[in-house]
Structures are given as structure tokens and as C-alpha cells.
């Protein structure tokens, strides 16, 4: 069972345009969420985090909205960059559990076209 | 500050064999995680290590061990290989102290099982 999903594998965006990547969740227990972006042969990075009292955070050209009603977070790239193409990856921890551990999602490789 | 390093960082092995993979946290950070990366899976969590206890376990056989040491440098150990083990495991870690910590990622050891 998949408690965080990413449901689109892929995604192009023009150069300067608003790249939008999305991520659902089924467990409720989800209270802080992350976004990570890896490059090949690379560990993935953290980008940016929302934690679920809030619903929106927002960092230079990122910002993550929360809708906690729908179990759904996104994340926006404005503008985008070629140097944004990497995959992106939605984590979530449940804060209650006594552990850092994350479950992540199976990512979004975007790709931003000069 | 340094990062979180793995090593190695690429590993060939045969079906049965094992192997030990090592991971030295930021200096200070006492948690140590792993992930299991395939293409087919994404990101999957493996065990955290805090204080040389570990704290949490994720869905994977026996096989798979790990121990974290005094100065928070850990190892994970894989036994009798098998072909659909081969995968990047990632090394992350954390500090003790605010609720929400985001996990810094090293780069990876690349593990090919033949």
C-alpha cells in the first residue's frame, strides 16, 4: 500500500514558465511533509517543508501548498530553470511515531527546456 | 561541515554473498537512516539508528542488518545477495532536538548483484 504517491512519472516545462509537481498522501498521521530533488549518481537534497498547521511555505522561487482536507501538497517552481531538471521526490513523516523515518513517493522527473 | 558519506560508493557482488555497506553521519548528528532505491519502488526505508539503538525498521527481510557505532558512524549489512537486491542505498542523517528535522542525504553506494 502506497501512503505517498506521485502519480505523474514525468514532467516538461518551458524555460521561465511555473513548473506545478504534485503529491497525494492516504495517512493521516502525516503531520510534516519534504521535498527532495536528486541529480543522477547523486543523494537526494532537500529542497523545501511544510509542516501540516500550515498551508503554504515558500522559499526564493518554491513554494509548497498543503491541503490537508484533500491529503494533497504541491509544489511550485516559479520560474523555472534548466538547472531545476532532476527528479523530485515527496516525503512525509508522522512526527508522533518517535522516528525520523520518511516515506517518500516514486518521484517526478522534471525536465525544463531552454 | 562535511557531509554524510557512504562507502563505497559502487560494489559488484555475486548471488549469495554478502556485504557491508558504512555511512559516517554529519559531525553532531546522532540518527543515521537507510533507503533502498530502485527504479520500480523509489525510495524505501530501511532501519534508523539513534545512539547505536535502532529506533525504527522498515518492511525488509532479516537479511538485511545494521548497527550504528559510538561515534555515530553506521554499517549495513546485507546477506546472501540475491539479484533483485541490487539497488543505490542511501545513507541519510539527522540531528536530536527540533521536531522537524529534515534528513541530509549522502551519495549513495550503488550495489549490482550478478
Known amino acids: 500500500d502506497q501512503q505517498v504517491k506521485q502519480n505523474s512519472p514525468s514532467l516538461s516545462v518551458q524555460e521561465g514558465r511555473i513548473s506545478i509537481l504534485n503529491c497525494d498522501y492516504t495517512n493521516s498521521m502525516f503531520d510534516y511533509f519534504l521535498w527532495y530533488k536528486k541529480y543522477p549518481a547523486e543523494g537526494p537534497t532537500f529542497l523545501i517543508s511544510?509542516?501540516?498547521?500550515?498551508d503554504k511555505n515558500e522559499d526564493g522561487r518554491f513554494t509548497v501548498f498543503l491541503n490537508k482536507s484533500a491529503k494533497h501538497l504541491s509544489l511550485h517552481i516559479v520560474p523555472s530553470q534548466p538547472g531545476d531538471s532532476a527528479v523530485y521526490f515527496c516525503a512525509a513523516r508522522n512526527s508522533g511515531a518517535g522516528s525520523y523515518q520518511l516515506t517518500f513517493g516514486k518521484g517526478t522527473k522534471l525536465s525544463v527546456i531552454p | 561541515k562535511a557531509g554524510v558519506t557512504q562507502t563505497p560508493r559502487y560494489l559488484i557482488k555475486t548471488r549469495g554473498q554478502q556485504v557491508t555497506l558504512s555511512c559516517s553521519p554529519i559531525?553532531?548528528?546522532?540518527?543515521v537512516s537507510w533507503y533502498q532505491q530502485t527504479p520500480g519502488q523509489g525510495l524505501q526505508f530501511l532501519f534508523e539508528y539513534f545512539s547505536e539503538t535502532q529506533r525504527n525498521k522498515g518492511n525488509f527481510p532479516g537479511r538485511f542488518s545494521g548497527r550504528q557505532f559510538s561515534n555515530s558512524r553506521s554499517e549495513m549489512n546485507v546477506s546472501t545477495l540475491e539479484l533483485g537486491d541490487s539497488a543505490l542505498y542511501l545513507c541519510?542523517?539527522?540531528?536530536?532536538?527540533?521536531?522537524?528535522?529534515?534528513?541530509?542525504f549522502g551519495p549513495g553506494t550503488r550495489l549490482t548483484v550478478l
Open positions: 559531525s553532531g548528528h546522532r540518527s
Open positions: 541519510a542523517s539527522s540531528t536530536q532536538g527540533a521536531t522537524y528535522n529534515e534528513q541530509f
Open positions: 511544510i509542516s501540516s498547521i500550515k
